[in-house]
T-cell receptor, first 113, second 110 residues
Framework: GNSVTQMEGPVTLSEEAFLTINCTYT??????LFWYVQYPGEGLQLLLK?????DKGSNKGFEATYRKETTSFHLEKGSVQVSDSAVYFC????????????FGGGTRVLVKP | DGGITQSPKYLFRKEGQNVTLSCEQN?????MYWYRQDPGQGLRLIYY???????QKGDIAEGYSVSREKKESFPLTVTSAQKNPTAFYLC?????????FGPGTRLTVL
């Protein structure tokens, strides 16, 4: 079936550290891939996306590359800030599956000053 | 500004009561979704609607009901049959392959 697996948190980092959150997926075909971010008490915001193999999504210093060969979409940021503290969700989307997103379980990131 | 609004932000209800959560969008999107989020967990799909007057059950539809009489509105009713309704509820709409989320409603059953 279709699923998304991401590393469990919490991930605790110091400011300016390098952040990686692993995400892998299973899918019959080639879905579009997304990272969403959720700040405390809020809804989800789209952080970045990639719609085909080898695409790189980027936004606010975050990057993720669609790797078909490893079915992965790992999120990275070179130098995190306290304001990056949030929960990050990896997701994939199949139009053929009823226009539904399948989410990973979320990874809480805490950046300390 | 275009977007999705959910009201109220916080909602309290007594056990055994039905309650309706509002979701409105002015993005002219056909598809709309309801998700439930429990503390420290991901999102689970309750119901979705791809077009007016049509909706489908998601993964955890039991104890919930929806309607889609207008394109802009997709209210969710949490019925007394839902055994553990305390959660954060998120509404979303879809354009092509991207979903846009509302700010959420936190429901607490007392």
């Amino acid at each position: 079936g279709n699923s998304v697996t991401q590393m469990e948190g919490p991930v605790t980092l110091s400011e300016e550290a390098f952040l990686t959150i692993n995400c892998t997926y299973t899918a019959t075909g080639y879905p579009s891939l997304f990272w969403y971010v959720q700040y405390p008490g809020e809804g989800l915001q789209l952080l970045l996306k990639a719609t085909k193999a080898d695409d790189k999504g980027s936004n606010k210093g975050f990057e993720a590359t669609y790797r078909k060969e490893t079915t992965s979409f790992h999120l990275e940021k070179g130098s995190v800030q306290v304001s990056d503290s949030a929960v990050y969700f990896c997701a994939h989307y199949f139009k053929a599956a009823g226009n539904k997103l399948t989410f990973g379980g979320g990874t809480r990131v805490l950046v300390k000053p | 500004d275009g977007g999705i609004t959910q009201s109220p932000k916080y909602l309290f209800r007594k056990e055994g009561q039905n309650v309706t959560l509002s979701c409105e969008q002015n993005l002219n999107h056909d598809a709309m979704y309801w998700y439930r989020q429990d503390p420290g967990q991901g999102l689970r799909l309750i119901y979705y609607s791809q077009i007016v007057n049509d909706f489908q059950k998601g993964d955890i539809a039991e104890g919930y009901s929806v309607s889609r009489e207008k394109k802009e509105s997709f209210p969710l009713t949490v019925t007394s049959a839902q055994k553990n309704p305390t959660a954060f509820y998120l509404c979303a709409s879809n354009r092509e392959n991207e979903q846009f989320f509302g700010p959420g409603t936190r429901l607490t059953v007392l």
